[in-house]
């Protein structure tokens, strides 16, 4: 009985270190480009786009499509690197505890 205890004690904080950590993720911040630089996207940690730069040297009616795929290339890598953010948070937050390989948390 004071096993079961001690594991719901422990799985309660684990449930507040998680929502604390996903506190955190939501204030993160990160910016994705492409065409070096001409294109940037900054997402949040919710995968909200907070802003979109456009360098003006784009705006021709001939490079609609390279800009239109300039835009998904820079979302792309924001969201990548807010996904790499998680996963390090993820991961420090879990070191020690017996999960499974492959089982990704929050679950």
């Known amino acids: 009985m004071k096993d079961l205890l001690g594991l719901m004690g422990k799985a309660k904080e684990m449930q507040a270190k998680f929502q604390a950590m996903q506190d955190e993720i939501a204030t993160v911040e990160s910016v994705g480009q492409a065409g070096g630089?001409?294109?940037?996207v900054t997402l949040s940690g919710k995968f909200d786009m907070k802003s979109l730069k456009i360098d003006p040297s784009l705006f021709k009616?001939?490079?609609v499509e390279?800009?239109?795929?300039?835009?998904l290339a820079a979302h792309n890598d924001a969201k990548a690197k807010v996904e790499q953010i998680m996963?390090?948070?993820?991961?420090?937050?879990t070191s020690g505890l017996p999960i499974p390989p492959g089982m990704k948390l929050p679950f």
């Open 66 to 71: 390279i800009l239109e795929d300039l835009i």
């Open 87 to 93: 996963q390090e948070k993820t991961k420090a937050l």
């Open 37 to 40: 630089g001409l294109v940037s």
């Open 61 to 63: 009616e001939d490079d």
